[in-house]
C-alpha cells in the first residue's frame, strides 16, 4: 500500500506543491490579486478569488476501497474571469504544468470544471459547485494516463477517486 502515499502528490497534475509554512507566505502575485479582488469585490462572479484546496483522494481496486487519504490545505489558487471563462492559475499567476478553467453553465451556481494535463495530454472533466460565497466542491476519477504513469501494477481493476473542496479566502464576504 505504500505505492498510495507516492502517488496521491502526482496524479492531481493539476496542483502545486502542498502548502506548507514556506508557501503560506503571499506571493507578489497573489497580493496583488487579492488588492485586485478587494477593489472590485461587488462585480465579481462568486467564483473569482484566492482558494485554498481541501481534497479528499480514496484509493480502489476491485471496487473495494484500499486506502482513504486526506491532504488539508493541498494548495492555493487564483480564480479570474478571462473573457467567457474563469481561468485557474497557481499562486504565482501561472499555469505550467496545466490549463484549467471553469466554465459557467445555464444552471446557478454551477461550472463546467476543465483541466487539461500538458505531460500526459489527459483530461479531467466534471461538474463543479459554488456553495454560497466561499466554498466549491466537485469530484472526479483520476486520469489513467496520469495514474499509469506514475506506477505500473497489473491490476487494471485500480482507480483513484478525488473529493475536492476549496474555500475562498479573497475577497471576505
Partial sequence: ????????????????????????????????YEKYFQRNKKSLDPIEGIWTEYAVGTL??????????????????????????FKILNIYGNQHFFDASFTPTNKKGFYHFECSIRETKDQISTMAQVFGFDRIEMAYNAPKGVFNDVYTLSNDNLELHWEIQWLKSTPPK
Fill in 1 to 32: 500500500m505504500k505505492f498510495f502515499f507516492v502517488i496521491i502528490p502526482l496524479l492531481f497534475s493539476c496542483t502545486q506543491v502542498p502548502l506548507d509554512r514556506e508557501t503560506e507566505l503571499k506571493t507578489p502575485v497573489q497580493k496583488s
Fill in 60 to 85: 480502489y481496486g476491485d471496487h473495494k476501497v484500499i486506502k482513504r487519504e486526506t491532504e488539508p490545505k493541498r494548495a492555493r489558487w487564483i480564480v479570474v474571469k478571462k473573457g467567457k471563462i
